[in-house]
């Protein structure tokens, strides 16, 4: 291995430019409040990459081909022309524009009164342009840039919708609800979707509530336009690991996973249902319950890489190409895996439950000031895929599915405690953050360890969890002034050890425990408000 250091470290540099106009217009007619208003957005991403090597310009430099003389490597770096690195790695750029038009219309009234109070309606009118243009990384298409993948797209709709919804307090402890919504899509159709809701004050110091509702997910621009992806993912391969028992075909290897826009991709359509509860026992003192349940049916997704190697056959749209020179004697087939083609498609269902507690007491400390103290936990009971061919994964605590969020993983836990105390101009609050353990694996129905089988070393089968403590301080007794601070990560908690997140390449999960790679971080600051 040769690591080009006298070409330097690579390097990106981003300009964002948004341009957002708004206008409207509200009134009142014939007891009707009425809302109009339109809204353009305009969003161009301007990208710089440095010092990513071009392949054929490498080789060609190596052979004293480009027009700098020879590329020389090593203790001769130095005797290299200066300028045969921006031919090496030549400075990339390009720019990402996307556009949103947007118009919509909206009026309410009271309709009758009932026991509970005046009944109300609330309709609207939503039209919406969708355009996105994005021509990816110059080089990436063919694969001439090294270490990127690809990605691009490009694709414009229009969206037209309408709405109702009604509020009916029919008595003065019973309030319902009912909303109905159209959509019409340019790229693929319509669909109606209702939502009803109900609240009971059973006691005066308990609410009882629940909600049922249909929805959809659109598929996105580069969902059904015109678009491709193409990045890097760690697999197990089913076939060579039990005989080679390689690190690179058991975990440590990485494939091409790619990932193409789909025209005939459908909508998700979900339902969704939750019923709870609002107690108050002393005054102060308030807690909720929560309990959710989504099933979404057509899930718009890339395939799974690793199930498409597992079982070819059962994602007849999918690829898998093995490299046809070292395939193991006797088995046909065998050959190590360079890439994995799975455009987006529909799943058959995905099912996720769970509750939402929270429960925040207020104390009023009189001339010592005000103690507010709140937590809330989600649990995650079930989060279930099911695949075209009728397979079954839990994810629900455990690393899966790997091929989403560059390997985030589910864990079953979250709460966060926070005590804040508020005296006159002064703010003092604390944040306890707590992510629950998961298990290094696939999912529950493929338990071989994702870090032990890539790595080759046994006990790393858990990622643990992971706790921090925030603090943060304002001050408000100036006019119009706002002095603040913050200390993130108190006792400076390291992350807990995480191989597969990220893939392998930062070995601790920058999506929950980012805080434990940066350590403590303090801020401070001061905000004017003009009036």
């Not at 992971?466 to 100036?478: P, Q």
């Amino acid at each position: 291995y040769y690591v080009p250091v006298d070409i330097g470290g690579r390097g990106t540099d981003t300009t964002a430019e948004t341009q957002r106009y708004l206008a409207g217009v509200k009134g009142t007619t014939a007891n009707w409040d009425w809302d109009v208003a339109g809204l353009y957005i305009r969003s161009n991403l301007q990208y710089g990459l440095s010092n990513y090597i071009n392949y054929p310009n490498l080789l060609q430099a190596l052979n004293g081909q480009g027009g700098f003389g020879y590329y020389r490597v090593g203790a001769n770096a130095n005797l290299n022309n200066p300028g045969i690195y921006g031919f090496i790695a030549p400075r990339l750029q390009y720019d990402i524009v996307s556009q949103n038009t947007q118009f919509d219309a909206k009026a309410s009234r009271d309709v009758y009164k009932l026991d509970g109070g005046m009944m109300a309606l609330a309709v609207g009118y939503e039209f919406r342009r969708e355009e996105i243009d994005n021509p990816g990384v110059p080089g990436t298409y063919s694969g001439e840039v090294l270490g990127l993948g690809y990605s691009a797209g490009t694709g414009s709709r229009n969206v037209n919708a309408l709405y109702a919804e009604v509020y009916a307090p029919v008595l003065k402890n019973l309030e319902l609800t009912a909303a109905l919504r159209f959509d019409d899509y340019s790229d693929f159709g319509s669909t109606w979707n209702p939502k009803v809701g109900v609240k009971w004050t059973a006691l005066p110091s308990l609410v009882l509530r629940g909600t049922y509702a249909t929805g959809f997910r659109a598929p996105g621009l580069y969902e059904n336009g015109k678009s491709a992806s193409a990045g890097y993912t760690s697999y197990i391969d089913p076939v060579r690991c039990p005989v080679t028992d390689l690190p690179a075909d058991c975990g440590a290897g990485s494939v091409v996973s790619i990932t193409g826009g789909t025209p005939a991709i459908q909508p998700e359509k979900s339902t969704n249902w939750t019923v709870g509860l609002v107690w108050e026992p002393v005054p102060g003192l308030n807690a909720t319950l929560d309990y959710w349940n989504i099933e979404t049916k057509g899930q718009i997704t890339g395939g799974d890489p690793q199930s498409v190697i597992n079982n070819p056959g059962a994602f007849p749209a999918s690829v898998v190409l093995r490299d046809p020179n070292d395939a193991l004697p006797g088995i046909p087939n065998s050959g190590t895996v360079l890439s994995v083609t799975a455009p987006y498609q529909n799943l058959d269902k995905t099912q996720t439950d769970g509750i939402d507690v929270s429960a925040s007491y207020r104390w009023n400390m009189k001339d010592y000031g005000t103690l507010n103290t709140t937590l809330e936990w989600t649990h995650v009971f079930n989060f279930k895929r099911t695949f075209s061919n009728g397979i079954t994964n839990q994810y629900a605590g455990t690393h899966g599915p790997t091929f989403l969020s560059s390997s985030a993983g589910t864990p079953q836990d979250r709460a966060n405690l926070v005590l804040s105390w508020d005296r006159g101009p002064w703010n003092v609050t604390g944040t306890i953050r707590y992510i629950g353990p998961m298990d290094d694996i696939e999912s529950k129905e493929q338990p071989d360890c994702l870090t032990s089988s890539a790595l080759g070393v046994e006990g790393f089968c858990t990622v643990a969890s992971f706790t921090t403590l925030d603090l943060s301080a304002a001050y408000k007794g100036f006019k119009n002034w706002e002095i603040y601070g913050s200390i993130i990560n108190v006792f400076n908690r390291i992350a807990p050890f995480d191989y597969s997140a990220g893939y392998g390449i930062y070995n601790f999960n920058f999506n929950y425990a980012l805080s434990g790679a940066t350590g403590t971080l303090f801020d401070l600051g001061a905000r004017y408000t003009f009036q």
